[in-house]
């Protein structure tokens, strides 16, 4: 948690980008066709830009819960909210520790943890925790760093289509630096493989599992339906 704590003011700088919104935004991929989401659970939320995104993506309607175990990153999640976001009176930020949630069984239609379960120690505790609060039928997205992903071919990938880079030059180099430093810190923290990913989302008690590789081979898509 301290560091966490300690990093909130440079995630929330370097995550402060369209890419990394847009990239938020390929959950829709994963939602099934013609089911409803009303309730959204945001996992490890940092400093609010994934629920944002999320809003985004879902409509203000929709009621997103993210939460963090950071208070800095709480409270950052806050001010943003506050300075930029003050419509999205749908969205709140609570303290939470996610192998043991304060909520009923079935509050969800939707939980979604953006580079999260890598850093959780009991990732098995968690996912059977998401479980239990997620309805019948509801979604598990997750987008974790994956073991086999290479950034000199991302970099490759990425140099194909440089207009779409050029057009946003600042946050095309945030997000480069943030892909970078996400490569430096999974490699201390783990990264996933499709195998584990699959296997850990079964024993937690989800079905229809998927691994699908994104971002160019250096994130994996985990998802699956509780």
């Not at 953006?114 to 997620?134: A, K, M, N, T």
Request: a neutral charge; glycine letters at 12%.
């Amino acid at each position: 948690m301290r560091v966490f704590d300690l990093g909130a003011w440079g995630y929330d700088t370097m995550t402060r980008q369209v890419w990394w919104s847009n990239q938020v935004g390929t959950v829709e991929t994963f939602l099934p066709v013609g089911r409803p989401v009303r309730w959204v659970l945001d996992l490890g939320c940092g400093p609010g830009g994934s629920a944002f995104a999320l809003a985004d993506l879902l409509g203000a309607d929709v009621e997103i819960t993210g939460i963090d175990i950071s208070e800095r990153m709480l409270e950052r999640a806050r001010i943003r909210q506050a300075a930029l976001h003050p419509e999205l009176t749908s969205v709140r930020f609570l303290h939470a520790d996610a192998t043991q949630l304060d909520f009923p069984d079935d509050s969800f239609d939707l939980a979604v943890g953006h580079s999260f379960l890598y850093l959780v120690p009991d990732r098995l505790g968690v996912l059977r925790e998401v479980r239990r609060v997620l309805a019948p039928g509801g979604t598990l997205v997750c987008m974790e760093p994956r073991a086999a992903g290479s950034l000199l071919k991302a970099s490759a990938h990425a140099l194909r289509r440089p207009r779409r880079w050029l057009g946003h030059p600042v946050q095309s180099g945030m997000f480069a630096m943030s892909m970078a430093l996400w490569r430096v810190s999974s490699g201390i923290a783990g990264r996933m493989t499709p195998e584990l990913g699959t296997r850990l989302l079964q024993e937690g008690g989800f079905h229809d599992v998927r691994a699908v590789p994104t971002l160019a081979g250096l994130g994996l898509h985990l998802a699956g339906t509780a």
